[in-house]
């Protein structure tokens, strides 16, 4: 069994590990006995390969005082025509912490998952259900009955359905048949929530709460509760997919999934809280997180709308592509400001564009190659913000790479600026691999679609920042993506990005890098990339390299700590795209990873930016010359900002569920009688 994160899910207020009652009641578990459930079912056809299915099943009931029992079942189902995948996945798991102290916890996840990438024929069908349903039924031991008590109850739960269809009925998600309800032995139901309130069928969507999430009764010791949670959910796609949008490397995808997942304490002391970043419109809270005490930075592309090299001025471009601005900041003056992480700082001269100086300082963005030797252009590509420095921890690049992963704990210390890889953020490319300058055709953010023929950002999706959470797992990288979900649109993640880009591509921003800190956290170190078609002059008047990754304590200067060959094991012409520096699992160790993506291929230059590797993908690096994937699957379009934090934004938290080693055992029961 997979040791628990116990310091991530404090942090969380969802641990897996509970204190020892102080007082003399405790939570017991009754006749009838409690009971969990899960059954999966899936199947993958297509004509060139056998029909696969798989149907997987986890009952059982729930006795004794051990503090921790768990139900899992997965079924899982992968052809491949033409080597092209064709997936399903169903999967569903229910976990019960805390019997024999005051704090009772249940984590429950279920999820259906279909997926499709090829560039061969639409004939295929996939689909998944997993359906959980879990009743545990309490009362209170170790105090006489009629003794008075009062019961806290928190929680944070979330539905999540994303079917894409290309034509009407092709393709679905559903969550059906949800429930989160907790009721006393006279009928008294204390939480609120309707059934069916988390049920999203046929429609994509996202349903977190309702608030306060808060519930404080009285109870009896004698009396008892019943605890009912669960959904079933469903996944399906058929062809044809979504039709390649560019070259023949991008390939048909289709998808469709549907998530169902929360945690509940039931307390018989004081309340247990559950961080949570609330949302707006299923984007961010208005101001930089009020009374959550985290802020976040991100930049835009050249050629985005509102960036001061925008093709078609209209006075309202403010924004310096070399430049981190705050989410969700004040409004910009028009003709530009500076942002909180400012270039000029790492140059010691701001590099064109510069704000209040465009047009005479604007990138020429479709004005045609090439561009001048000199020319010395700034666009930062990705950031993250640490409590440490590189230079410290890495032998010199001349050195070679590190001989094994480095611990997270350095120099006796565990960085606060240093999440987990289990909850990301990203954002997605708008325009395609062309250079921004190329004239025929020009292919930047305010004239381009994305690789796969996209707009990202507009209202409805609320997709300019995405959320995707990863499958919590015993088994380690790749990871699945159990669900990815809009966040904001352009204009939830800054005012001055406004208007979204329903009308078209001509008002469309590209978020171009994405930090998430913690205010006062110390996050002072600033590691960044730089893109290949504006990577700034260094003080010899040469070009960065948009494969390495540099450091500039407090802003000011920069040096280079990650080499693409050296460190990461890439060709040197790669362009490293978003990055972000976390800790992850390699067998008992925790150690630093860097997780990244890169460029697509610019197909007016030399070399390849991509370095062989999919776009889409996320990869990840223990900075010792080796990467791998991060992901068992492609996202859904080129990624090109990318963070992570402690636990999702938007959402409820997720519990590390202790997933059998051995990926052969599909379904497990685990108690003790």
């Known amino acids: 069994m997979r040791t628990l994160r116990i310091g991530v899910f404090l942090a969380l207020g969802c641990s897996g590990t509970f204190r020892e009652s102080l007082g003399q009641e405790f939570w017991t578990l009754l006749e009838p006995p409690s009971t969990m459930a899960v059954t999966t079912r899936v199947l993958a056809d297509h004509p060139d390969r056998p029909l696969c299915t798989d149907n997987q099943a986890a009952r059982g009931f729930l006795r004794g005082i051990n503090p921790q029992r768990f139900g899992w079942a997965a079924s899982d189902c992968k052809v491949r025509p033409n080597k092209c995948p064709l997936k399903a996945r169903g999967e569903g798991a229910v976990w019960l912490d805390g019997v024999g102290t005051k704090f009772l916890r249940v ?9 499709w990438n090829c560039n061969q024929g639409p004939e295929y069908h996939a689909e998944a259900v997993s359906d959980l349903l879990a009743q545990v039924n309490l009362g209170v031991g170790g105090v006489p009955a009629g003794t008075p008590l009062v019961v806290n109850a928190t929680w944070r739960a979330m539905s999540f359905a994303w079917p894409r269809p290309e034509v009407v009925t092709d393709d679905d998600a559903q969550v059906t ?6 009721t006393d032995n006279n009928g008294n139901e204390y939480l609120g929530i309707p059934l069916g309130f988390y049920n999203l069928v046929s429609v994509p969507g996202l349903i977190s709460g309702p608030p306060p999430a808060l519930a404080t009764f009285p109870l009896n010791a004698g009396q008892t509760l019943r605890l009912d949670v669960g959904a079933d959910t469903f996944s399906e796609i058929r062809g044809p997919g979504r039709p390649p949008a560019g070259p023949p490397m991008h390939f048909t995808q289709d998808l469709a999934q549907a998530v169902f997942f929360g945690c509940i304490t ?30 976040g930075t991100f930049s835009l592309d050249i050629g985005s709308d509102q960036e001061l090299s925008d093709p078609a001025m209209d006075g309202s471009e403010a924004f310096d592509p070399g430049d981190s601005y705050p989410w969700l900041g004040p409004a910009l003056l028009a003709g530009g400001e500076n942002g909180v992480f400012d270039d000029a700082n790492l140059f010691g001269g701001d590099p064109w564009p510069v704000p209040q100086l465009v047009p005479l300082t604007a990138a020429p963005v479709c004005g045609g190659l090439p561009l001048p030797e000199d020319a010395a252009y700034f666009d930062l590509d990705g950031e993250d913000h640490i409590d440490f420095s590189l230079v410290d921890v890495l032998p010199p690049i001349s050195d070679g790479p590190p001989v094994s992963p480095i611990s997270r704990v350095i120099d006796g210390t565990v960085p606060a600026c240093l999440p987990p890889v289990d909850y990301l953020v990203v954002s997605y490319e708008d325009d395609r691999g062309l250079h921004y300058a190329s004239s025929v055709p020009c292919e930047a953010p305010v004239t381009s679609s994305s690789p796969t023929g996209a707009t990202q950002g507009t209202t409805g999706p609320r997709d300019e920042i995405s959320g995707v959470l990863l499958t919590p797992s015993g088994l380690g990288a790749p990871f699945a993506v159990s669900a990815e979900y809009g966040l904001a649109s352009e204009e939830a993640v800054h005012v001055s990005m406004t208007p979204n880009p329903d009308a078209g591509e001509a008002d469309d921003d590209d978020v171009d890098s994405l930090d998430i800190q913690e205010d006062g956290s110390g996050c002072d170190t600033w590691l960044f990339t730089v893109d290949h078609e504006a990577p700034g002059l260094d003080s010899g008047g040469v070009p960065l390299s948009s494969g390495s990754v540099y450091e500039a304590s407090n802003g000011s200067g920069f040096v280079r700590v990650i080499d693409p060959v050296v460190h990461l094991g890439i060709p040197a012409g790669t362009d490293l795209d978003a990055m972000e520096l976390c800790w992850m699992r390699e067998g008992a160790d925790e150690v630093l990873a860097l997780i990244y993506s890169v460029d697509d291929d610019d197909l007016a230059s030399n070399v390849d930016e991509s370095g062989g590797l999919d ?7 223990y900075l010792t010359g080796s990467s791998f994937e991060l992901l068992d699957n492609s996202l859904r379009d080129d990624v090109d900002a990318l963070t992570a934090w402690w636990f999702p934004l938007g959402t409820a938290c997720l519990p590390d569920f202790p997933i059998p080693e051995s990926r052969s ?9």
């Open 107 to 115: 984590w429950w996840f279920t999820q259906a998952r279909t997926f």
């Open 177 to 182: 048949n949800s429930r989160l309800q907790l």
């Open 266 to 295: 039931i307390s018989l002391d004081a309340p247990q809280p559950v961080p949570f970043i609330p949302y707006k419109s299923f984007g961010f809270p208005a101001g930089v997180f009020p009374g959550d005490g985290l802020a």
């Open 615 to 621: 776009p889409n993908m996320i990869y990840a690096s």
């Open 665 to 673: 055992r599909r379904a497990v029961l685990m108690s003790s009688p």
